[in-house]
C-alpha cells in the first residue's frame, strides 16, 4: 500500500494527529468513491499499530506487529463491513464489536477498528454503535469510512473528527491514469473522468472493465427509443440486469447535459463530452421544461433504489416518459 498522489495532503493532516499526541478516539474519512479513502483508513491504521514506523509515518512492514497485519492476524486491528455487498451492517456485528472492545488492547500500542461504509449500518446497528462512541475504551481508534456522510446519524457525526479526501484536478487524473500505463486514447480519458466524476480509482477500474463501451451501448438504446426504433419495455427488461446504481447515474448525466446544451457551453462542461454532438440534438427537440420534469423523476428512482422497488418497472416508467417527450413535437 502507499499513499497516492492526491492523498497527500490528508496524509500530513493524518500523521499530525500522532506526532502531535492528539490522535482522535472517532474519526470519520469522507470523499466521493473511488478516491481510495478504505487504503489510506489501512495506512493510518498500519502506521499506529506498527512498533516502528518510518519517518515518513509509513507503517515499516517487517516488525513483528506489521508481520502480523500483512498475516491479517493482529488482535488489536478490526475491520467491520457487510457480510455480503450492499447488505446491511448488522446490530449482531456491532454487538460482537461491544464485547470485543471491554477487553484491553493486546498491544501496548493503539488497537484500531475500520467500519466501513459506515453508513451502511442500520438503524438498530447505529444506535448500539452510538455506545462505543459514547463510552471510548483505552487506546482504541475508531475510523469511520463513508462515501455518503449525510446518510450517517448526526449523533454518530458529531462525535467524530472529520477529514475529507478531496478528488484531484483533471490534470492530475491524466498524469496518474497515463503513469498506471492505461491503453487508452485521450478521448476516452476524458470521458472516463467524467463517468467517474473525477475519482482516479473509478477511472482505472473503467477502463479495464469495459464500462465505457457499456456506457456507449445503453446511449445507443437511448436514442434508439428517442427515434421509435426500439421499445421501452423492452430495453427496461435488458437494463435491470445492469448495475441500477450505475446506470441511473449515466440517465442523470445524460439529463444534466442535453439542459446545458440549451445553452452556449463549452464540452468540457458536460459529464459526457464525447456524446455533445448526440445530446444537442435531442436537446433541441424538447422542452427545457420537460427535461427538468424528466430529471425529477430520475432523482425520485435514485432514492428508491435501495428499496423493495421493482427494478424493472421503474426503468420502464423512466423510458415510457423519455419516449413521450419526444413524440412531443
Not at 7 to 24: E, T
Not at 182 to 206: E, F
Not at 253 to 272: F, R
Not at 289 to 307: C, P, V
Request: glycine share 4%; net charge neutral; proline share 5%.
Amino acid at each position: 500500500m502507499t499513499i497516492l498522489p492526491w492523498q497527500q495532503q490528508s496524509w500530513a493532516h493524518l500523521c499530525d494527529y500522532r506526532a502531535q499526541n492528539r490522535v482522535p478516539q472517532a474519526l470519520l474519512i469522507s470523499g466521493n468513491k473511488g478516491l481510495g479513502k478504505q487504503q489510506l483508513a489501512k495506512q493510518f491504521a498500519f502506521s499506529l499499530l506498527c512498533d516502528a514506523p518510518q519517518n515518513n509515518g509509513l507503517h515499516c512492514g517487517h516488525c513483528d506487529r506489521c508481520l502480523l497485519l500483512n498475516a491479517q492476524t493482529h488482535p488489536d486491528f478490526l475491520q467491520i463491513t457487510p457480510d455480503e455487498p450492499g447488505k446491511a451492517i448488522t446490530i449482531g456485528q456491532i454487538r460482537g464489536l461491544v464485547t470485543r472492545l471491554t477487553l484491553k488492547p493486546q498491544f501496548d500500542s493503539w488497537r484500531v477498528v475500520i467500519v466501513s461504509p459506515a453508513d451502511l449500518m442500520n438503524n438498530a446497528a447505529a444506535n448500539a454503535f452510538l455506545k462505543c462512541l459514547e463510552e471510548p475504551t483505552e487506546r482504541t481508534v475508531i475510523i469511520l469510512i463513508s462515501d455518503k456522510p449525510a446518510c450517517l446519524p448526526a449523533t454518530i457525526v458529531s462525535r467524530c473528527q472529520k477529514l475529507v479526501v478531496v478528488k484531484p484536478d483533471k490534470e492530475a487524473v491524466f498524469a496518474w491514469l497515463k503513469e498506471q500505463n492505461v491503453a487508452i486514447v485521450h478521448s476516452d480519458v476524458i470521458s472516463l473522468y467524467g463517468l467517474a466524476q473525477g475519482s482516479p480509482l473509478l477511472a482505472l477500474a473503467y477502463s479495464n472493465d469495459g464500462t465505457l463501451t457499456l456506457r456507449n451501448d445503453c446511449f445507443k438504446a437511448w436514442i434508439d427509443i428517442a427515434k421509435q426504433r426500439r421499445h421501452p419495455v423492452v430495453i427496461a427488461e435488458e437494463w435491470h440486469k445492469l448495475p441500477n446504481s450505475s446506470l441511473l447515474f449515466w440517465i442523470t448525466s445524460w439529463i444534466i447535459d442535453m439542459i446545458k446544451c440549451c445553452y452556449p457551453i463549452n464540452a468540457d462542461w458536460l459529464y459526457n463530452p464525447d456524446l455533445k454532438e448526440s445530446l444537442q440534438e435531442l436537446s433541441l427537440q424538447i422542452e427545457l421544461k420537460e427535461l427538468y420534469k424528466l430529471y425529477d423523476l430520475i432523482l425520485a428512482s435514485r432514492q428508491r433504489l435501495n428499496t423493495q422497488i421493482n427494478k424493472q418497472t421503474m426503468f420502464e416508467e423512466i423510458l415510457i416518459k423519455w419516449l413521450e417527450l419526444n413524440l412531443v413535437k
